[in-house]
């Protein structure tokens, strides 16, 4: 059974430039959330998807956006990077319902802004 | 608003030896949860343990155990019979289950734990 896959696992990208990360869910899950992890800090919530739509969103401006596919997998929109946007990108899945409160991290996904 | 509290940059702990990891919350809300993840060098968060706010024990899983003192606002992390394996970043984190933020992980700045053979 797949855990959270996230890819690529490196980028390298420069000030201006735009990315997307990608995240594949644990099998069966349908809720996805994705964090920065800036070095040496806890990871912040940028937002969560769910049924193909972003259910909450944390304190990061418009220029991150995101996007949730039918198979419940997701991408991670960032446009013009700034040096502040370096940091590991961690993708988290889950299931939602009730009783439900264990969410599934992903590998990370390390980018750096030059 | 939530807020997550750990106050221990770097610890240092014998192999074998028990260790207490602290963590210190703060939420308005009444029904919450608390979890407490890993995170070696690699970067994946690792998941240890978690506790309910209406939970009347203490909960447990293997070598992990979580200090709840509710009146505190306290949910310490005590990793028994340290292993070298043991050695990482540890997170305490919160979700409030209504309201807003019910759906986010909140963390706090984590703890460096390093096991000594």
């Known amino acids: 059974d797949a855990g959270v896959t996230q890819s690529p696992t490196h980028l390298i990208k420069t000030r201006g430039q735009q990315v997307t990360l990608r995240c594949s869910p644990k099998?069966?899950?349908?809720?996805v959330s994705w964090y920065q992890q800036a070095l040496g800090q806890g990871p912040q919530f940028i937002f969560q998807?769910?049924?193909?739509?972003?259910?909450q969103r944390g304190n990061f401006p418009d220029r991150f956006s995101g996007h949730q596919f039918p198979n419940y997998s997701s991408e991670l929109n960032v446009n013009a990077l700034w040096l502040g946007d370096s940091a590991l990108y961690l993708c988290?899945?889950?299931?939602?319902?009730?009783?439900?409160?264990?969410?599934?991290f992903g590998p990370g996904t390390r980018l750096t802004v030059t | 608003a939530q807020k997550i509290t750990q106050t221990q940059p770097g610890m240092f702990v014998q192999e074998k030896e028990a260790v207490t990891l602290d963590c210190t919350y703060d939420?308005?809300?009444?029904?919450?949860?608390l979890f407490w993840y890993k995170q070696p060098s690699s970067g994946e968060m690792i998941f240890l343990i978690y506790?309910?706010?209406?939970?009347?024990q203490n909960a447990t899983e293997g070598r992990y155990s979580l200090n709840f003192q509710k009146a505190r606002k306290s949910a310490n992390l005590v990793i028994s019979a340290s292993q070298l394996g043991d050695s990482a970043m540890y997170f305490c984190?919160?979700?409030?289950?209504?309201?807003?933020?019910?759906?986010?992980?909140?963390f706090g700045k984590g703890t460096k734990l390093s096991v000594i053979p």
């Open positions: 988290a899945s889950s299931l939602d319902g009730i009783g439900t409160y264990e969410q599934y």
């Open positions: 099998s069966g899950h349908d809720t």
């Open positions: 998807y769910y049924e193909e739509e972003e259910r």
């Open positions: 939420t308005s809300d009444q029904s919450y949860g």
């Open positions: 506790q309910g706010s209406y939970d009347e």
């Open positions: 984190a919160m979700r409030a289950y209504s309201g807003a933020g019910s759906y986010q992980l909140t």
